[in-house]
């Protein structure tokens, strides 16, 4: 059981020191409310988020900029796929079947160069660090060439980051989300790539059962 008590001279005298978990939701309405305010019907609290997001943001931007020349300087180089690289799954070329390519599909190129508070680099780290991604058996690659499905993710005021996975050959939309990152690239980076793996999970555990069942 949490201890409970205060500090002395504390501003939360007679509140205990474990805190109830934060309600996000009514936290993003209000400033979603606000953000819909004129100038001066907003709060100085809501003012200031934002002049601090806008300090933040800045320099996410001049990070995220840098590694997305790095990294199209490196695409510039090398266009083609590698010989080592996966090749793009032979069933899914010229398939129009959208169960089949979600249970199926096996690379997958990434492009969040619209995001605007993250890149590509940072949506690939944060689908790396989603355990749940691996359980997918999809491998992320470089070239969009030998990808099965792309995915594009673009950003809306404020922290909305909605993202699409299209099959490459056909350009059908698979699946279509949003992330959400209060104020913050990377929260938005860990969200787009958590939601992307809820939606796929379905198809992708379908499929591992559909296996099992014909192994015996």
């Known amino acids: 059981m949490a201890a409970q008590g205060h500090y002395p001279g504390s501003q939360y005298a007679g509140t205990p020191f474990a805190l109830s978990e934060p309600n996000f939701t009514a936290l993003f309405d209000q400033v979603r ?4 305010q004129p100038g001066n019907y907003q709060s100085a609290t809501y003012q200031e988020l934002v002049r601090r997001q806008r300090a ?5 931007e001049e990070i995220r900029c840098r590694d997305t020349w790095c990294s ?11 010989p080592d690289a996966p090749d793009q799954s032979e069933l899914l070329k010229n398939s129009k079947d959208r169960d089949f390519i979600l249970r199926n599909f096996r ?5 969040a160069r619209d995001a605007r508070y993250f890149g590509s680099r940072q949506l690939k780290a944060a689908l790396g660090k989603n355990k749940d991604f691996w359980k997918l058996n999809v491998r992320m690659v470089d070239d969009p060439a030998v990808a099965d499905v792309i995915l594009k993710v673009s950003y809306t ?3 909305d980051y909605p993202f699409e996975l299209t099959h490459r050959n056909t350009t059908m939309v698979l699946l279509s989300g949003k992330g959400e990152g209060p104020f913050s690239g990377p929260l938005g980076a860990a969200d787009v790539a958590r939601n992307l793996v809820n939606m796929a999970k379905p198809w992708r555990e379908e499929k591992k059962a ?3 069942a014909d192994k015996h």
């Open 33 to 36: 409310s606000e953000a819909e």
């Open 56 to 60: 933040r943001a800045a320099q996410e």
């Open 72 to 82: 199209e300087l490196h695409e510039e180089q090398d266009l083609q796929a590698s």
């Open 107 to 111: 690379t997958m190129y990434v492009d």
């Open 157 to 159: 005021f404020a922290w």
């Open 210 to 212: 559909n296996s099992t």
